[in-house]
Nanobody
Framework: QVQLVESGGGLVQPGGSLRLSCAAS????????MDWYRQTPGKQRELVAT???????NYADSVKGRFTISRDNAKNIVYLQMNSLKPEDTATYYC?????WGQGTQVTVSS
């Protein structure tokens, strides 16, 4: 059974940084593509970042240059490093792999 568990969210001031983690079990992450999404109340989930099994990455224009997706194959964890955070980055962030979603972690950017 595949499970994804996000962590690392919290409250941060504008301009600050956070690193989100997505720990996977029941699956070996290096063989699969992985996505990070985010969602705010009343809106659809937005694809933020993608990493293919081969390590190629892609980002939403709104986060390009500020967010970085990476993975640690030994730990079976995918990360989302978020720098220069803005209030509009406030959302619940989810990881997704092989159609499975994590439970989400809340990120709030506010002074």
């Amino acid at each position: 059974q595949v499970q994804l568990v996000e962590s690392g969210g919290g409250l941060v001031q504008p301009g600050g940084s956070l690193r989100l983690s997505c720990a996977a079990s029941g699956i070996i992450i290096r063989y699969y593509a992985m996505d990070w999404y985010r969602q705010t109340p009343g809106k659809q989930r937005e694809l933020v970042a993608t990493m293919t099994s081969g390590g190629l990455t892609n980002y939403a224009d709104s986060v390009k240059g500020r967010f970085t997706i990476s993975r640690d194959n030994a730990k079976n964890i995918v990360y989302l490093q978020m720098n220069s955070l803005k209030p509009e980055d406030t959302a619940t962030y989810y990881c997704k792999m092989v159609g499975i979603w994590g439970q989400g972690t809340q990120v709030t950017v506010s002074s």
